[in-house]
């Protein structure tokens, strides 16, 4: 009774992780461009800052062997809900601070996700990740449905400040459930590479961490980095509104909801990885179609669609955005099933958790990182609805070495 309470209490606490990444997805980069008058290399900066910093972070939080993993995720709450208040309090004037800032989140972000992978995995059997991780995804989707429309009226009504209040409001009460989390084993050992590594080769896992590491890569130059970011930027210089912008993230969540029942219903997960490389040649092909169109089209020309009169513009961003909206799901839960499976499929032991987690961090942000700084290099060209759009292309086109890698570690190890 006592674990089950307790995976309760840390399923509510968790809330707090996937509120705030809500706002930094949708409203977050949007809100920099805006105070640093559109300065997508201050912007790129922060991200850069943090992606990296993080891994450092990452390592500091692991050598606090007095603190146990729900202690340090509970810390990680409270820094989430300390960046809330700090941008209410410090306002715009953040952008004169906004590398400290990056680092100050980066920290937050080591306490609550290093010790949220380790508890996840804790807390699941071998057979269980791709159920719990179905409705995790449930759970993160619905948020995305209510808070981007809640946030983009408060914006759009009352400036950001009021929505800081609320995600001060929601974190507050994520934090206090966190407090009643108990019962869990809570464990940690040091980071050591060196010590992970050796016993990777010595256990003949060499090659399935080589594909492992290699999917990170690819997963961060696809749909976990610059990507999104892209794609809002699109988003929003042709809504023009946080409200609009809300209006369509809350709309594109609906259907990855839909798109991940349908897809856990009806395909088995040892079927589901056969759909990954059509799918993402699919996608690219779409997004590839949709930037010529953005380019050659008149954006601004007003169609007519039954009642509705819209410009082409706001209807290529909106089907980029359905694109999006169809592929993610499918994806991250299948990476995120494969990670967990693949972990217990190594035979992992405690000891080595923190290295899993910790090399696969150091795949992702420098992958995420070199991301931003190509967007640094190709705005000092220009920065434009045209590039922006050429660039979406490139990123869009790594889905397919991540769908790659993704099948091929399913296929060969998994299923």
């Known amino acids: 009774m006592e674990y089950n309470n307790a995976w309760k209490n840390f399923l509510i606490s968790d809330l707090a992780g996937k509120v705030i990444s809500v706002f930094k997805d949708v ?21 850069i800052t943090f992606f990296l910093t993080y891994l450092i972070c990452l390592l500091i939080v ?3 062997q007095r603190l146990n993993l729900v202690s340090m995720f509970r810390i990680g709450i409270f820094l989430n809900l300390m960046q809330c208040i700090v ?3 410090v306002g715009e004037k953040i952008s004169n601070f906004i590398i400290l800032f990056a680092i100050f989140a980066s920290l937050g972000n080591a306490f609550y996700y290093y010790p949220e992978q380790l508890l996840i995995k804790r807390v699941n059997r071998e057979d269980n990740f791709q159920n719990y991780i179905t409705k995790d995804q449930i759970l993160k989707y619905t948020i995305s449905i209510i808070f981007p429309v809640i946030l983009g009226y408060c914006i759009s009504k009352n400036s950001y400040e009021l929505a800081f209040l609320i995600l001060i409001g929601v974190i507050s009460i994520c934090f206090m459930f966190s407090l009643f989390i108990k019962g869990l084993n809570l464990k940690h050992e ?25 999917r990170t890569l690819f997963r961060g ?4 980095g610059v990507l999104s970011t892209l794609i809002t930027i699109i988003t929003f210089l042709v809504v023009s509104t946080e409200l609009s912008l809300g209006g369509i993230s809350s709309f594109i969540t609906v259907i990855s909801i839909l798109v991940l029942h349908c897809t856990n219903k009806f395909i088995k997960k040892e079927k589901l990885y056969k759909l990954f490389i059509p799918l993402s040649i699919i996608q690219s092909i779409v997004v590839i179609m949709l930037t010529f169109s953005m380019m050659y089209f008149d954006i601004n020309i007003m169609i007519h ?3 509705l009169t819209i410009s082409i513009g706001f209807l290529l961003v909106l089907l980029y955005n359905i694109v999006n909206g169809i592929s993610n799901p499918i994806f991250e839960t299948s990476n995120s ?20 987690v910790f090399w ?15 967007l640094i290099f190709v705005s000092k060209i220009g920065f434009n609805l045209n590039i922006i759009a050429v660039l979406i292309v490139a990123f869009t086109l790594m889905y397919i070495a991540f769908a790659y890698t993704l099948n091929k570690i399913s296929k060969d190890y998994l299923y």
């Open 87 to 89: 941008l209410l309090i």
């Open 27 to 47: 409203f977050l980069g949007i809100y920099f461009l805006k105070i640093t008058q559109g300065n997508i290399v201050d912007v790129s900066l922060y991200y």
């Open 190 to 214: 040091k980071i050591n590479l060196k010590r992970f590594f050796t016993n990777i080769n010595k256990n003949g896992n060499r090659k399935i961490m080589t594909l492992l590491s290699f």
């Open 305 to 307: 669609i039954g009642t």
């Open 360 to 374: 696969f961090e150091i795949m992702i942000n420098i992958s995420r990182s070199l991301g931003y700084l190509i």
């Open 221 to 224: 130059l696809s749909s976990f």
């Open 337 to 356: 099933v494969v990670y967990y499976e693949c972990m217990c499929k190594q035979n992992i032991n405690i000891e080595d958790e923190p290295n899993y």
């Open 62 to 64: 692991n050598r606090l």
